[in-house]
């Protein structure tokens, strides 16, 4: 199975427009290339996907300053979640074959 080669284009009119779209947990293009980059580097080996784009999405700490507060500038820590970082094995496999299946619907019909 060769995975899918998305070009803009197509990105944007086939993809954006599915109607059946994860209302949940909806997919950003960057999240859909990186799924399709990797599952092409990685041959489909989900447990090493998963585990590449925990490692690139995972939610990080951050220190912002509060200045609802007059702590002396005190940095506080935070953590920033993605959807992304949210995502299980079963949700990347669903979105990869979805894009996969969208676009050789499209292109049958071209």
């Known amino acids: 199975l060769t995975p899918p080669n998305l070009i803009k284009e197509e990105y944007n009119q086939v993809i954006d427009s599915d109607p059946r779209p994860n209302k949940i947990l909806p997919w950003t293009r960057e999240e859909t290339d990186t799924l399709v980059e990797m599952c092409h580097r990685y041959d489909l080996r989900w447990p090493v996907i998963i585990d590449k784009w925990h490692e690139k999405f995972w939610p ?7 200045e609802s507060d007059n702590n002396g500038g005190e940095k506080k820590r935070s953590v920033v979640r993605t959807t992304a970082s949210l995502r299980k094995v ?21």
């Open 60 to 66: 990080r700490e951050e220190e912002y300053e509060d």
């Open 90 to 110: 079963e949700d990347l496999q669903h979105r990869y074959y979805q894009v996969g299946n969208i676009l050789a619907q499209k292109r049958m019909e071209a």
